[in-house]
């Protein structure tokens, strides 16, 4: 895989963890409502949980372009319009980072990871997610280094992302300032979705 096409993987894979929604509700929740270790267990556990869809998703892509390069085309634009939709979900938003910011009960250890595990589990819109992001990557991934860096690189972004969530949370003046920024953050974020939908449309 070419440097610059593993450095945009890198940057969907990020804007992917940084998208509003469930993840980032349950990593909030263990943080503020417990610790900065509980949300360490929630980021890396829900971290394993997005490695499994992204090996599913390589595997399954990996098949279609062998028996159908054409299915593989309409499940390309599909994941383009798909990247689209995300993108003015967030350029619409009205601050959907906000709404996370809520103070949660405390709990153990193990149900911070059982819930960081399982909201990216039991998340069908991960599987969407990767089918949209992979099928711009597959074919020019056949090596198997190539095909590690697919898998391991969301599941390193997603889990050093949302431990820096909760780094950031457990920091008073930097939870402020996420407040008040928080619709810029949602913009910013679509813009670039919208941006790599085009990509993924011209790359196939």
Not at 39 to 47: K, L, R, V
Not at 158 to 170: C, E, I, K, Q, R
Not at 187 to 198: K, N, Q
Request: charged share 10%.
């Amino acid at each position: 895989m070419e440097f610059s096409l593993w450095l945009s993987l890198v940057l969907i894979c990020l804007l992917g963890a940084m998208t509003p929604g469930p993840s980032l509700a349950v990593v909030i929740q263990h943080t503020v409502g417990s610790s900065r270790l509980h949300g360490f267990c929630t980021a890396w556990a829900h971290a394993l949980g997005v490695a499994l869809y992204a090996l599913c998703s390589l595997l399954g892509l990996s098949i279609v372009l062998q028996q159908s390069p054409l299915l593989f085309k309409v499940i390309a634009y599909g994941g383009a319009a798909y990247l689209a939709w995300l993108g003015f979900k967030a350029i619409s938003s009205k601050g959907g980072l906000v709404n996370q910011l809520k103070s949660q009960q405390a709990a153990s250890y193990s149900k911070a990871a059982k819930d960081g595990a399982m909201i990216s589990l039991l998340n069908p819109k991960l599987g969407l997610f990767f089918l949209a992001l992979f099928s711009q990557y597959v074919s020019a991934s056949s090596g198997l280094s190539s095909q590690v860096a697919l898998v391991s690189t969301p599941l390193i972004i997603d889990g050093l992302w949302y431990s820096l969530v909760a780094f950031l949370l457990t920091i008073p003046k930097i939870l402020s300032t996420i407040r008040q920024q928080a619709i810029w953050i949602d913009r910013v974020s679509g813009v670039i979705l919208l941006i790599l939908a085009v990509r993924v449309v011209w790359s196939v």
